[in-house]
């Protein structure tokens, strides 16, 4: 069976076919007993670091320097971040643009939890709004825009094109 078309975006929708369903089984224990055990330590120690990470947060905020209130923690000095960067775990870029300018221009602090729940404290010592511009068409002769402009001419309806219904024999 096809589902409904599904939008994903403003220009982007996807149908989805199912080919083969697996009725849902309960896993034997002795199957998944490790991975069991493994995500509880792992959920402890993430669970610890956040302790940690929140008291050292609020050190921060009582006016201890950063360096100090997260002396002995795993340290990364990251520059320039881009808004969509893909390098970043999602979680941690999100936290890095939730934090909002500050007036006086002093470096603003938070924990962030990442993807896979280890917390982070990151401190945000500068934010630069930047509005990106095409560099590409500057550079462009009146013959490439006009070459680039009927590239886009193919990109218009014709008589050979389908319907999603003829496209996936619905």
Not at 109 to 131: A, C, F, W, Y
Not at 144 to 170: D, H, T, W
Request: charged share 25%; hydrophobic share 40%.
């Amino acid at each position: 069976t096809v589902n409904e078309p599904i939008d994903v975006s403003p220009t982007q929708k996807v149908l989805i076919r199912v080919v083969k369903h697996n009725p849902a089984a309960a896993i034997p224990l002795a199957q998944v007993k490790d991975k069991v055990i493994e995500q509880i330590r792992v959920d402890r120690a993430n669970a610890v670091a956040l302790e940690k990470a929140n008291a050292a947060l609020a050190k921060i905020k009582a006016g201890t320097a950063f360096d100090a209130a997260t002396a002995g923690f795993p340290r990364q000095n990251l520059k320039a971040v881009p808004r969509r960067s893909r390098e970043l775990d999602p979680k941690l870029s999100e936290g890095i643009f939730a934090i909002p300018s500050s007036a006086t221009g002093a470096a603003q602090s938070r924990v962030v939890q990442m993807t896979n729940g280890q917390p982070l404290v990151i401190k945000v010592d500068k934010v630069e709004r930047r509005i990106g511009l095409s560099i590409k068409a500057v550079g462009y002769s009146e013959e490439q825009l006009k070459k680039e402009s009927a590239s886009f001419e193919s990109l218009r309806p014709s008589s050979e094109m389908v319907g999603l219904e003829q496209a996936f024999n619905l």
